[in-house]
């Protein structure tokens, strides 16, 4: 029953923004932390941003630090990715997955459907 649908993705050139949002049903929002996965082209799925329950708490790959902001509206059940700078090699198919304060793909019980992000040089 649990429900994550993504929206936001799309084509954008190398130094733009993009902004992803995961709206979430069939789960108590609040109870759950919420990250963002993404998996370019024959490459194994990575982990990009966590957030914890009330928000007040965020992790970053190495990769994205300084350039994407993960937040969350738990009135609205809805998470956010903001891509600012991005680069070619940002360019994947973005997942919202719901679950543990983690980094570890495990500890996701629900995942959406995912969302393409190309970014062009």
């Known amino acids: 029953q649990v429900q994550l649908v993504e929206s936001g993705g799309g084509l954008v050139q190398a130094g733009g923004s993009l902004r992803l949002s995961c709206a979430a049903s069939?789960?108590?929002?609040?109870?759950?932390?919420m990250a963002w996965f993404r998996q370019a082209p024959g490459k194994e799925r990575e982990h990009v941003a966590t957030?914890?329950?009330?928000?007040?708490?965020?992790s970053y790959a190495d990769s994205v630090k300084g350039r994407f902001t993960i937040s969350r509206n738990n009135a609205k059940n809805t998470v956010y990715l903001e891509m600012n700078s991005l680069k070619p090699e940002d360019t994947a198919v973005y997942y919202c997955?719901?679950?543990?304060?983690?980094?570890?793909?495990?500890?996701?019980?629900?995942w959406g459907q995912g969302t393409q992000v190309t970014v062009s040089s």
């Open positions: 957030i914890n329950l009330s928000g007040g708490r965020t």
């Open positions: 069939g789960l108590t929002f609040s109870t759950y932390a």
């Open positions: 997955a719901a679950g543990s304060d983690s980094w570890r793909i495990r500890d996701f019980s629900s």
